[in-house]
């Protein structure tokens, strides 16, 4: 589908292969194929869209936190930066961004990590680790395949002491990052469900995910 740069969803122009809408909660997946843009869009405001990478014909090689940080020179993701894999390679590049700061050390929320950090009344709340393994399977990915992911829209400041946490947010409703594949690539998104911290501004709320070709 062309529609007009005015009209369009996405960051950048090009013909919409796929528009979606994650549900509040939910997992989401697609393939993003090399030069393929994918955009995010925070439809209410303050959503963390916990994500991985994984590059589509071999899905042992996948984002690397590690390498991503080392080879930028800092922690947080914005336009420029590069998404690298575990073999140093470039998955995916942040071309656009209105938001300006996106986290890479918060993590994922587990079931376990709610239950140590909010207390056992927690543990039966839905949580990324389990929406990451649900939507994983469909790609023949297993737990040993999780590994440190980037959160999109989450606000987590690092002090001068080296101390963070998880505070409000700074997005806000319709706000968009847009990334492009350099590999054909696996995206795997948890929309995250955490409602005991201030991350989705304690109320999860619904993305959008829109693939352009140019």
């Given at each position: 589908?062309?529609?007009?740069?005015?009209?369009?969803?996405?960051l950048?122009?090009?013909?919409?292969?796929?528009?979606?809408?994650?549900?509040?909660?939910?997992?989401?997946?697609?393939?993003?194929?090399?030069?393929?843009?994918l955009?995010?869009?925070?439809?209410?405001?303050?959503?963390?869209?916990?994500?991985?990478?994984?590059?589509?014909?071999?899905t042992?090689?996948?984002?690397s936190?590690q390498?991503?940080?080392?080879a930028?020179?800092?922690?947080?993701?914005?336009?420029g930066?590069?998404?690298?894999?575990?073999?140093?390679?470039?998955l995916?590049t942040?071309?656009?961004?209105?938001?300006?700061?996106h986290?890479?050390?918060?993590?994922?929320?587990?079931?376990?990590?709610?239950?140590?950090?909010?207390?056992?009344?927690t543990?039966?709340?839905?949580?990324?680790?389990?929406?990451f393994?649900?939507?994983?399977?469909?790609?023949g990915?297993?737990?040993?395949?999780?590994?440190?992911?980037?959160?999109?829209?989450?606000?987590v400041?690092?002090d001068?002491?080296?101390?963070?946490?998880?505070?409000?947010?700074?997005?806000?409703?319709?706000?968009?990052?847009?990334?492009?594949?350099?590999?054909?690539?696996?995206?795997?998104?948890?929309?995250?469900?955490?409602?005991?911290?201030?991350?989705?501004?304690?109320d999860?709320?619904?993305?959008?995910?829109?693939?352009?070709?140019?």
């Amino acid at each position: 589908m062309t529609v007009s740069a005015a009209e369009s969803p996405a960051l950048t122009p090009g013909t919409i292969v796929l528009d979606q809408t994650v549900a509040a909660r939910a997992p989401w997946s697609a393939i993003v194929r090399r030069g393929q843009v994918l955009t995010i869009v925070d439809l209410h405001g303050n959503q963390a869209v916990d994500c991985l990478i994984y590059r589509a014909d071999d899905t042992a090689e996948r984002y690397s936190a590690q390498d991503t940080l080392a080879a930028q020179g800092g922690i947080f993701l914005t336009t420029g930066s590069v998404l690298r894999s575990s073999e140093g390679r470039p998955l995916m590049t942040v071309v656009a961004d209105e938001v300006g700061r996106h986290d890479t050390v918060g993590g994922a929320c587990s079931r376990e990590s709610n239950t140590l950090r909010y207390g056992h009344h927690t543990k039966h709340q839905h949580a990324c680790v389990e929406n990451f393994l649900a939507e994983g399977a469909k790609w023949g990915l297993g737990k040993r395949d999780l590994v440190s992911n980037i959160n999109w829209y989450m606000n987590v400041p690092v002090d001068p002491d080296g101390s963070l946490g998880i505070v409000d947010g700074i997005s806000a409703p319709g706000l968009r990052v847009a990334l492009r594949a350099e590999l054909d690539v696996l995206v795997l998104v948890s929309n995250c469900p955490q409602i005991n911290n201030p991350c989705n501004g304690f109320d999860p709320t619904p993305v959008r995910m829109v693939v352009t070709s140019s």
